[in-house]
Nanobody, 123 residues
């Protein structure tokens, strides 16, 4: 079992930056794909980015390409989401999730989830 804890959310002005962290437990963390999702009030949970257990493989939603960067530090069993050039429409609760296997964008294909961290971008 993998336990995930997100941190780093907060309030930021449009154009600003935040770095989210997803700290994991478990000795097999390096073999998991980790995804980031967000969910705004009244909307479905949406895929943002994911990083594979295979070295160097990342995937981003079109809405965040060029603005967000996902990375992982297996020694620290942590995945990061650097968010730059933030927009008001990025406002949501951000979740990280893990799965065995390759990157997918469907939330239901991920096995373990964190509790989420709120990101609010003011205009």
């Amino acid at each position: 079992q993998v336990q995930l804890v997100e941190s780093g959310g907060g309030l930021v002005q449009a154009g600003g930056s935040l770095r989210l962290s997803c700290a994991a437990s478990g000795r097999t963390f390096s073999s998991y794909t980790i995804g980031w999702f967000h969910q705004a009030p009244g909307k479905e949970r949406e895929f943002i980015a994911a990083i594979s257990w295979r070295p160097g493989i990342r995937y981003y939603a079109d809405s965040v390409k060029g603005r967000f960067t996902i990375s992982r530090d297996n020694a620290k069993i942590t995945v990061y989401l650097q968010m730059d050039s933030l927009k008001p429409e990025d406002t949501a609760v951000y979740y990280c999730a893990s799965r065995k296997g390759n990157i997918v964008t469907t939330p239901g294909e991920y096995d373990y989830w964190g509790q989420g961290t709120q990101v609010t971008v003011s205009s």
